[in-house]
């Protein structure tokens, strides 16, 4: 251990907590305000490494076309590459609003060419409740850890009623069915989820069906704040008898 670092104080912490909360708020400010300002819109999500010249690439720039001049919505996207840049470059090519949320990473991300506007985030968590804010489908498409991250947190999000149920879309046929035979043959069959939980996504590929889809959707325009949903605890310790640095201070001085 470096004897010249000094141990942080507690001050040091709240004043570094309540600087990282400020900055935090910010975000979630700005990105609302930014998908505020477009309503009706589609999310698309997917692999940042699906190239120009395959197939999922080629599905998502011709869906997100088809939305933009069928259905008039915007498309959203993470702004990187991938299937990010397909939906992008269909909604672009259509005269659409293409929108991206981007993520600041050490290793600058590639935002692609095709943003019509975009936002950015330093935190994934931040930038995640933006892309799922107020959207009317999810559309997701084959991808790795993150794209199954946004797919599961949004899924238990709807099924635990912490936001309103719409329309997720999992296009690729062979990719997603070999995980609703995992939802079937271990969650189901351990009684982990419900059989009607199977009902809270649709599988298809079938570009007509989607825009259907979507098309009966409602239009959420925001999610309506409920207030009785949150219950302020105040000062009061926590049930394991915590309390917050607040409460340390007062002991201390």
């Not at 088809?66 to 909604?91: C, D, F, Q, W």
């Not at 981007?102 to 019509?116: A, F, K, S």
């Not at 930038?127 to 084959?142: D, H, M």
Request: include cysteine; charge should be negative.
């Amino acid at each position: 251990m470096d004897k010249n670092i000094k141990p942080v104080t507690l001050s040091e912490i709240s004043e570094a907590a309540q600087k990282r909360v400020n900055f935090i708020s910010r975000e979630f400010t700005n990105g609302f305000e930014f998908v505020k300002n477009y309503p009706r819109s589609v999310t698309f999500f997917g692999s940042a490494r699906i190239k120009e010249d395959e197939y999922y690439y080629k599905k998502a720039r011709e869906l997100a076309s088809k939305i933009v001049e069928e259905l008039h919505y915007s498309v959203i996207t993470g702004g990187g590459p991938g299937i990010m840049e397909a939906a992008n470059r269909g909604a672009f090519e259509a005269g659409g609003n293409s929108l991206g949320l981007t993520i600041d990473l050490p290793n600058e991300q590639l935002t692609n060419p095709y943003l019509t506007d975009q936002e950015d985030f330093h935190y994934f968590f931040s930038r995640k409740v933006c892309l799922s804010f107020s959207a009317e489908a999810y559309i997701f498409f084959p991808g790795g850890f993150g794209t199954l991250d946004e797919f599961l947190e949004i899924l238990t999000l709807v099924q635990t009623g912490k936001i309103p149920k719409a329309p997720m879309i999992l296009v690729g046929m062979e990719y997603w069915s070999a995980f609703e035979k995992f939802f079937k043959e271990v969650l189901l069959v351990n009684k982990t989820i419900n059989t009607e939980d199977l009902d809270l996504y649709t599988i298809t590929e079938d570009e007509e069906k989607i825009l259907q889809i979507i098309k009966q959707a409602p239009i959420r325009m925001g999610l309506k704040y409920d207030e009785s949903l949150e219950k302020v605890k105040g000062d009061r310790p926590t049930k394991n008898g915590h309390e917050p640095l607040s409460g340390l201070f007062r002991k201390i001085w």
